[in-house]
């Protein structure tokens, strides 16, 4: 990665707010070497206070930077290619696309041939340097796929899969991190209901959620492994974990991941030309 480059944010909602901030804190880039665009620009004042450079042009921010991520909802991309496309030089551009649903054969068919495209989906830890982001590319792109690694490693884990497990990484990857969150929430509203005060019930099951994954990512255990080391015959950790089953707590999540990995195969339908 070359700290001279320049990186410009196409489309800065929560995720590309996630991914400028968390650059920022890595170190690896200085806020003034980031663009970030949007159409509603004023939400991007406190962005701008904290000096990142904020541009309404998108053709701007794309002729001033080397790195571009896009960041737009599925159904703008279309629009947005058709205005920037030409503008990409190869050697010169790097496409790095967080758009979900959306192919690399198809954002390479709108835009400047040759130049290098990688999807890449984070997630909003990202922007605490703790996401974990997959990467792809249609395989003949390796140097943009390393540089994408070294942009993302700044900020988090990751991953290289094949693009066709683009919409499996959206819904265990990204929208897996609401569904943890909801899972912190409910054990701290059990913790509320056996005795502790809001404050400490949250702080506790985060904390032992954070201990949790600490462990399986530090060890490469199973999760099973770690169960086991916690319950003991007739305990009260078994008795909680098959009441969970019993209601119906693992075939919840699998199916929510099922059900979110269907939707993002569907986010994307393409222009109406």
Known sequence: MNKNQRVAIIGTGNIGTSIAEGLVQSGSFSAGAITLTRRKINLLDGMKAKGFIIEKDNTSAVKKSEVIVIAVEPQQIDRLLDQIGTLLKPGRHIVISVVSGVSISRITSKITKGVAVVRAMPNTAIAVRESITCIASDKTNEAAVALAESIFKTVGKTKVIDEEQMFA?????????????????????????????????????????????????????????????????????????????????????????????????????????
């Open 169 to 273: 990484a959206t819904a265990l990857g990204a929208c897996g991190v609401a569904f943890f969150l909801r899972a912190i929430r409910a054990a701290s509203q059990g913790g509320i209901e056996i005795g502790f005060h809001a404050d400490d019930a949250l702080f506790i099951a985060a904390q032992t959620a954070k201990g949790a994954a600490t462990l399986l990512l530090a060890s490469e255990h199973h999760p099973e492994y770690e169960i086991d080391r916690v319950t003991t015959p007739r305990g009260c950790t078994i008795a909680g974990l098959n009441q969970m089953e019993h209601e119906g707590f693992s075939s919840a999540l699998i199916k929510g991941l099922t059900v979110s990995a269907e939707k993002a195969s569907k986010l994307y339908t393409g222009d109406k030309k």
